[in-house]
């Protein structure tokens, strides 16, 4: 199954557990990525979150319950996930902009969001800079942050609190790489909680080094992986977005190639190019 494919496999699961609960676990393994990467893919694709995606679903199928059948609104606001009339009425109104009680008037207009599929479309010939990258394990240390993102945003508080003095202190650890030299950004999906079963994203600023983390700093070792190595170039931080963005809804639906679980890479090459290391392998 191709990643289009899997995406829409994903995207029907979640259709038919619009009115139950939702395991955003399962749909991601369906979709073959982690729920991190699947519903940052869903949002590059869809252009909206998931969240507000499965949200805009269950108020369309909510309207048409109570527009074609003698139903309670309490028990329809139930049904999709609202646990009282007066949420399910605000956000209702806030979709439709008519109250639910209102839907069988006469004249009475409502919004209605189809189910969402995704095609390959072609959107021009704009080139995109990569190249393969075969490396064998190496250690990291440095900075490390633990965050449980929403709908795949992602907002480390490392990137405002680090120091000049913290940089400098990296740079003494580092080691001499041709291929990760200076200060990189690492991103790795775990699982934490007493169950292993909460999945969140520990985040690295660090160095690759061959030395001891000290005991302020955290140590990562990366094992011999793929990597699918991507430039993007021009005006920061637009043009690492953009980059971000292709590389989800351009690269991995056509190139043949799936996400691993290994850590993502952002490298800085200078004020206008930066290196965005995704580490794949063949479907």
């Not at 995606?53 to 909510?62: I, K, M, N």
């Not at 072609?122 to 800079?129: A, L």
């Not at 990562?220 to 989800?248: C, H």
């Amino acid at each position: 199954m191709d990643t289009l494919d899997s995406l829409n496999a994903a995207i029907n699961y979640i259709e038919e557990h619009l009115d139950n609960e939702i395991n955003y676990q399962q749909a991601a393994q369906i979709a073959c990525f982690s729920e991190h990467h699947f519903k940052r893919m869903f949002s590059f694709l869809a252009g909206i979150p998931l969240s507000e995606y499965v949200r805009r679903r269950r108020l369309t199928l909510a309207a048409l319950e109570l527009r074609d059948n003698n139903k309670k609104v309490i028990d329809v606001a139930l049904k999709y996930g609202y646990l009282s009339p007066d949420s399910f009425s605000r956000a209702f109104q806030e979709l439709h902009h008519t109250l639910p009680s209102r839907v069988k008037q006469t004249g009475v207009s409502l919004k209605a969001y189809p189910p969402i599929s995704f095609q390959i479309s072609i959107k021009g010939d704009v080139e995109m800079k990569y190249r393969f990258v075969e490396k064998d394990s190496f250690h990291v240390v440095g900075y490390k942050e633990v965050m449980q993102p929403e709908n795949g945003d992602f907002n480390p508080t490392l990137w405002s609190t680090l120091t000049d003095e913290d940089y400098a202190n990296l740079e003494m650890l580092r080691s001499e790489d041709v291929d990760l030299s200076g200060v990189l950004n690492i991103t790795v999906n775990t699982c934490h909680g007493p169950d292993q079963s909460e999945e969140a994203l520990e985040y690295y600023i660090a160095v690759v080094t061959d030395q001891v983390a000290p005991a302020h700093l955290a140590a990562l070792e990366i094992p011999k992986q793929q990597w699918a190595v991507f430039d993007a170039e021009g005006e920061m931080p637009d043009a690492l977005t953009n980059t971000w963005s292709r590389i989800y809804t351009d690269w991995f639906p056509t190139s043949g190639y799936e996400l691993t679980e290994a850590p993502e890479i952002v490298k800085n090459v200078d004020d206008t190019k930066i290196e965005i290391w995704i580490p794949v392998q063949k479907g």
